[in-house]
């Protein structure tokens, strides 16, 4: 379980550029739930995770994760309960280092690491058995340097070293954004299969609000800072785009500026 209390975040504080992107975030989440989270830019969506994740410290509130105060943990230290996918393809795995490499760095999550033999054989038959999974052929490349795989492959290993030791946690920012509608509806199954056949605690920023009603068993809305919105179990699968557009366009005044990507799917 998560609890989130009071949490706050600027930047810049005392600059004329000084921006509150967290404005006293409370959120309690159960263990196995997934969550999606919308918003528009600028919300806090990302900063939020990145807080979670450890990448800066707050200027207020309370992390805990499964029953351990984390507030005050570095990046390095959550890391060991805490998985994550990013945007970005590359930033997820090392690309100078092949297949096997990549997953054995992920399997040795939260342990301390030696000089011993990097790859051993029977975690090279285990990091077959869950490549197959995905469908890819990546099992028969496990010598392949990461960096010739495609943008797609690359996001499909990076969720699956982000789970291959079960996380405490898993994060998922946009992690869709940056592929073609093809691959990312690839990258989206499998997430559905590893967090819903693991039942992981899941939080996955979205753009996408038919992503955000079709995935996961709970949906919240970030606006200037806050979370504005808790949709749950139920009320989460009767939700059509168009109610979740209505409450948005609410939330910004009746303006009815939303972005396309919130709409296609």
């Known amino acids: 379980m998560i609890s989130v209390t009071g949490m706050i975040k600027a930047f810049n504080k005392g600059d004329v550029n000084e921006v509150t992107a967290l404005s006293g975030v ?35 509130g309370r992390v805990v994760l499964d029953g351990t105060d984390i507030t005050r943990w570095p990046e390095y230290k959550r890391a060991a309960l805490i998985g994550r996918v990013f945007q970005d393809p590359l930033l997820g795995t ?13 399997n040795k999550r939260g342990l301390k690491r030696g000089l011993g033999k990097g ?24 010598k392949t340097h990461t960096g010739l795989l495609s943008g797609g492959q690359r996001q499909a290993l990076t969720m699956l070293m982000a789970t291959l030791v079960r996380p405490k946690l898993l994060l998922l920012d946009e992690h869709t954004a940056a592929l073609d509608p093809k691959t990312g509806a690839m990258v989206l199954d499998l997430t559905d ?23 996961g068993n709970r949906l919240i809305m ?44």
């Open 26 to 60: 409370d959120l309690e989440v159960a263990d196995g739930d997934f969550i999606t989270i919308i918003g528009s830019n600028g919300a806090g969506k990302s900063t939020f995770l990145n807080a979670l994740a450890g990448m800066f410290p707050i200027d207020a």
């Open 193 to 215: 299969e590893i967090v819903g056949t693991e039942k992981l605690t899941t939080l996955m920023v979205t753009h996408n609000m038919k992503e955000a009603i079709a995935m």
């Open 94 to 106: 090392c690309a100078g280092a092949t297949i096997e490499q990549n997953l054995a760095m992920a």
């Open 119 to 142: 790859v051993r054989t029977r975690d090279r038959e285990f990091f077959r058995e869950k490549l197959a999974v995905l469908g890819l052929g990546l099992e028969d490349r496990l």
């Open 222 to 265: 970030f606006h200037r800072g806050r979370i504005v919105l808790d949709i749950k179990s139920e009320e989460k699968k009767n939700l059509r785009v168009e109610d979740l557009l209505q409450r948005f366009a609410d939330l910004r005044g009746g303006d009815g500026v939303v972005s396309d990507r919130m709409l296609l799917g």
